[in-house]
């Protein structure tokens, strides 16, 4: 217990340096979404269970270390020595037998209360697909796909809105876990989870996987994004539009479509359909790249276009070996997809 609950001091206190927005901050003890506000009202219950049961082994412990210490003039006589005790030996099965008891059901009632919940019909659904290392985001019903950004509406008691989330992998397990919205649910090859989420408070969420899947596994975080009432739909509307399509571009973009950049990546409305990579079509609505290895801007941008591997050691895009020249246009071409 000491140790967990060590984990989650350090996680109360730690946040995403620089990366946060109004509501951002990765502490489990500041929920805004209703499950993660029953898992907040179950581990506090553990808590003083747990803590309870610390103070009182430790002062018991503490009374007997101070009490019964060797003193000056001790004679080195064996101490009275007693053997069985029927009322101890009862309580101290008793006692623990119960709290293990009480704590499992209780535990039983918050996983079931969470997982039965049933889906209300219009539910907005997404896709989530773990990979090395990002998170492929599809919303099926509004054909949409994005990247390591999640875009909800709020739930407000007025308008529940909850969103009902399939979790798959394309690779190996990853574990999806934003803390102040909702616990960790793994993303495992061959199978899908689900879960759901239903924030209460408009704002930008982190989280980050939290299942180690290889090298950059620190280096896939993902924001979640909750829309105030009315934005939601303004942001699927953009996102459905077909990729710009800027004359003034036509050099980057020949570029691009001239080199491997289109095996895999898709750009809606033009001939790049890449499933490998994530989807390019409004790459500039996003605020970051590399599943937040870095803030999305022109300057990043062509960073991370020149020589991925410098911002993100490991991860499968290569290096492209552009010119310079080569380089400006394409950033050119990239930054007119918004
Ligand atoms: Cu994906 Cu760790």
């Known amino acids: 217990m000491p140790l967990a609950a060590v984990s989650w001091l350090a996680l109360a206190s730690g946040s995403a340096a620089g990366l946060g927005g109004p509501t951002g901050g990765t502490s489990v003890f500041a929920p805004l979404s209703t499950h993660a506000e029953e898992i907040h009202r179950y581990s506090l219950f553990v808590l003083g269970i747990t803590g309870a049961i610390f103070l009182v082994v430790f002062t018991l412990l503490a009374v007997a270390v101070v009490r019964f210490r060797r003193r000056p003039g001790d004679d080195d006589a064996e101490p009275p020595q007693i053997y069985g005790s029927l009322q101890v030996e009862v309580a101290w099965t008793v006692i623990p037998v119960l709290i293990v008891i009480v704590l499992g059901l209780t535990t039983a009632r918050t996983i079931f209360q969470i997982q039965n919940r049933p889906k209300p019909p219009g539910a907005l659904e997404v896709t989530v697909i773990?990979?090395?290392?990002?998170?492929?985001?599809r919303y099926p019903s509004l054909g949409i796909v994005t990247a390591n950004e999640l875009h909800l509406p709020v739930s407000d008691s007025a308008?529940?809105?909850?969103t009902f989330l399939t979790l798959l992998s394309a690779d190996v397990a990853h574990s999806f876990w934003v803390p102040r919205l909702a616990g960790k649910t793994d993303l495992i090859p061959n199978?899908?989870?689900?879960?759901?989420?239903?924030?209460?408070t408009p704002g930008i969420y982190l989280g980050n996987?939290?299942?180690?899947?290889?090298?950059?596994?620190?280096?896939?975080?993902?924001r979640v994004i909750v829309h105030p009432p009315g934005e939601f739909e303004k942001w699927v509307a953009s996102q459905q539009s077909n990729a710009a399509n800027e004359g003034q571009v036509k050099a980057g973009r020949d570029i691009f479509f001239s080199t491997s950049c289109v095996n895999c990546h898709t750009i809606t409305g033009t001939e790049a359909n890449g499933k490998f990579g994530p989807d390019l079509t409004h790459l500039m609505s996003r605020e970051t790249l590399g599943s937040g290895a870095a803030l999305n801007n022109p300057e990043k941008l062509r960073a991370w276009v020149r020589n991925p591997q410098n911002l993100k050691q490991g991860c499968y895009m290569p290096d492209m070996q552009l010119t310079e020249e080569q380089m400006d246009e394409l950033v050119r071409y990239l930054l007119t997809l918004n």
Not at 130 to 137: H, I, S
Not at 159 to 162: D, E, L, R, T
Not at 191 to 200: F, G, K
């Open 130 to 137: 773990g990979r090395q290392w990002w998170w492929e985001l």
């Open 209 to 222: 996987c939290a299942e180690y899947c290889g090298t950059q596994h620190a280096r896939m975080l993902i």
């Open 159 to 162: 308008h529940p809105a909850p």
């Open 191 to 200: 199978r899908d989870n689900q879960m759901w989420i239903a924030p209460v």
